[in-house]
């Protein structure tokens, strides 16, 4: 493993800092392993603006007898032409594999043109555009969810689906990262990769087939069938205090905060709106797609009066403690004949045990020249085109609690129930107004 930075440490230094690192994370790693890893460590220093870095590195990789090498860009996405043009004319890119971090562009036209940069030097098959979403297990298990349990592909549809929630909520704030977040938004940073891939995964057709190719292709169609997304049916909002945090422009309308509805002209979903929100500084970290199924056509089981029963749900959480949860109705207690929601849930860690980080399985899959897990040319374009208008009219920026759920203009995007409450929310109720 080679590093390249403009760092002044030597190879010990490097590995050194790795060796403190790792033991951070599992103090219990054993010795011989971890030598081994340190022992494979090299650093190349040199500016990226300078072809002489990337000789440096050709000649190290030479040395180890590298034969199909995979560049990892973990740099500045201003840098993703610089370091593919350089690496090309050092003749790093015919035999190698390109995992590129995102942001992938910052809009439809800079994705198009990084795209076009990219293909200049390297095949699409040697592109891998990392989303560690896409890496989770409990991402992924949407996917598995739906198309090995036959019982629920009946209710899969604008029949019998009301609306889609999608939470990724986050209680810390920026935390020393306000330069990077200023230049980037909600929209940009988990908006346009993570969370329209959780909607691909919960709208697409079943694939043809388990190959890479296939599952990309469902997930374009979708993307594909999304309308551009309404700027009236936006909300966008800042938490107090962001624009006191370092590195944050003064005067800054960056959102930390964005709820918004979208809509797949398809088959299956017209007439299904999916609603996203996503935000730093809320009331709890968590991450959820709620499936809300229609209310039957009769109230029959509610004697004692309203509101009837609860309408049922399926709940996948995405975050800590994944899993999934039922939401189904009962007979409650008592001589009436009256309902009342009961919650039948399986937590995955308990019921399949350990499984990897998303990092482990992307890296071993960009080793493997394996690009299930990661982004295709087309897909990254179309959430781009999905997401242009907001980004040429993005609107006003409301203002929100640290703690609470969002701006309140925010509790005007969803239909129907209104925003559900994480599974991991506090308990003690909602204070009106705050998003949910």
């Not at 993570?194 to 990309?216: I, T």
């Not at 890296?363 to 295709?376: K, M, S, V």
Request: glycine content about 8%; proline content about 8%.
């Amino acid at each position: 493993m080679i590093g390249v930075a403009r760092s002044e440490w030597h190879d010990q230094e490097f590995r050194d800092h790795a060796r403190g690192a790792v033991l951070a994370a599992w103090p219990d790693v054993p010795a011989e392993v971890l030598d081994r890893l340190c022992g494979r460590l090299h650093l190349v220093t040199g500016d990226y603006g300078q072809l002489s870095t990337f000789d440096a590195l050709a000649t190290t990789l030479a040395e180890h007898g590298a034969r199909l090498p995979v560049h990892y860009l973990a740099i500045p996405p201003a840098l993703f032409p610089t370091v593919v043009e350089s690496l090309s004319l050092a003749g790093l890119t015919t035999s190698s594999r390109l995992v590129v971090e995102k942001p992938f562009g910052r809009d439809l036209a800079s994705a198009r043109e990084l795209n076009r940069v990219l293909h200049a030097h390297l095949d699409e098959s040697q592109v891998f555009r990392i989303d560690h979403y896409l890496g989770k297990e409990s991402v992924e298990d949407l996917l598995v969810f739906r198309f090995t349990n036959s019982m629920f592909e009946p209710l899969w549809n604008r029949n019998h689906v009301e609306s889609v929630q999608i939470t990724m909520a986050e209680s810390i704030g920026v935390e020393g990262r306000g330069s990077f977040y200023d230049s980037v938004g909600a929209l940009r940073d988990v908006v346009q990769n993570h969370l329209l891939q959780v909607v691909a995964l919960l709208a697409m057709e079943p694939p043809v087939g388990p190959e890479p190719k296939h599952l990309a292709d469902e997930k374009v169609k979708v993307f594909a069938a999304m309308r551009p997304l309404d700027c009236a049916s936006l909300v966008r909002g800042q938490y107090a205090g962001y624009l006191d945090e370092p590195g944050v422009a003064p005067g800054s309308t960056t959102e930390t905060y964005v709820a918004a509805r979208f809509e797949i002209d398809s088959w299956r979903w017209a007439g299904v709106p999916f609603f996203v929100r996503a935000g730093k500084g809320l009331a709890a970290s968590a991450t959820e797609a709620v499936v809300v199924l229609r209310e039957p056509p009769q109230q029959l089981f509610n004697e004692s009066g309203p509101p009837g029963p609860a309408r049922n749900l399926l709940r996948f959480v995405l975050g800590r403690n994944d899993g999934v949860t039922f939401t189904l109705n009962a007979k409650a207690p008592g001589p009436e004949l009256d309902s009342q929601p009961v919650d039948i849930s399986v937590d995955f860690a308990s019921a399949l045990g350990r499984r990897a980080e998303a990092y482990e399985r992307l890296l071993g899959d960009a080793i493997d020249g394996n690009p299930r897990r990661f982004g295709r040319e087309d897909m990254v374009e179309e959430t781009w085109r999905v997401l242009q208008p907001a980004l040429d009219r993005p609107g006003p920026v409301y203002p929100y609690a640290m703690g609470s759920w969002g701006p309140a203009e925010a509790d005007a995007v969803p239909s129907g129930p209104g925003w559900l409450p994480p599974k991991a929310a506090p308990s003690g109720g909602v204070a009106p107004g705050s998003g949910l």
